[in-house]
């Protein structure tokens, strides 16, 4: 297998939950759903989480603002570990090249 060098991983927001858009600090986010992908060759796993967040951050950014780089740093930050979440993907990896374990289709179907 090639080293994890050459392993992409893509890590993207699905979802963002804010606070009303009313009071001193609107739409603040509160809760994000997030997603890391890693791949190579024919290989692929992925992991899902959510963070929440209890107080808006300081400065504070309105809504509009936000980007996605912007709140996975947050996510990384607050806690979820980047290189953890990427090292279990590393070995999920590793597992599919030597045959340990392999994607099964649904049992109850596509």
Do not use: R
Not at 4 to 26: C, K
Not at 50 to 74: A, K, M, R, V
């Amino acid at each position: 297998m090639a080293t994890d060098t050459l392993i992409t991983y893509t890590w993207s927001i699905d979802q963002i939950f804010t606070t009303p858009p009313t009071g001193e600090h609107p739409n603040t986010v509160c809760n994000v759903n997030w997603k890391c992908v890693a791949s190579i060759d024919e290989f692929s796993a992925e992991l899902w989480g959510n963070t929440g967040f209890l107080n808006p951050g300081d400065p504070f950014i309105p809504y509009s603002e936000l980007t996605e780089t912007q709140l996975l740093q947050w996510i990384w930050v607050w806690n979820c570990n980047k290189e953890s979440v990427e090292g279990i993907l590393k070995l999920l990896i590793e597992e599919q090249n030597t045959g340990n374990i392999i994607k099964a289709q649904l049992p109850w179907g596509v």
